[in-house]
């Protein structure tokens, strides 16, 4: 079974960047498609962004053009590259991974206000 290690989260004002990571292990991540979600108090979890095995991405219309997720398959770790942060992106951060199963990371917190 994979295990998913959260880092990166924290406090920063609007208009601030975060990187989070998440690491992998327990699985050949080459195989695994990776994804960000998050969720807000009192909302429902929401993706976030995805990337696939082949590289491809997939986000969110409140991220477009501020977020990016990479991978990096040698480091086995995922990326999620927030610019311009704003107020509502205020929420605990999931790391997911997918192949015939699925696996959640434990979470980190992200913080954006002034």
């Known amino acids: 079974q994979v295990q998913l290690m959260e880092s990166g989260g924290g406090l920063m004002p609007p208009g601030g960047t975060l990187r989070l990571s998440c690491a992998a292990s327990?699985?050949?991540?080459?195989?695994?498609?990776m994804s960000w979600y998050r969720q807000a108090p009192g909302k429902e979890r929401e993706l976030v962004a995805s990337?696939?095995?082949?590289?491809?991405?997939n986000y969110a219309n409140s991220v477009k053009e501020r977020f990016t997720i990479s991978r990096d398959n040698a480091k086995g770790t995922v990326y999620l590259q927030m610019n311009n942060l704003k107020p509502e992106d205020t929420a605990v951060y999931y790391c997911?991974?997918?192949?015939?199963?699925?696996?959640w990371g434990q979470g980190t917190q992200v913080t954006v206000s002034s």
């Open positions: 327990g699985f050949t991540f080459n195989f695994l498609t």
């Open positions: 990337i696939s095995i082949a590289g491809t991405t």
């Open positions: 997911h991974a997918q192949f015939s199963f699925e696996a």
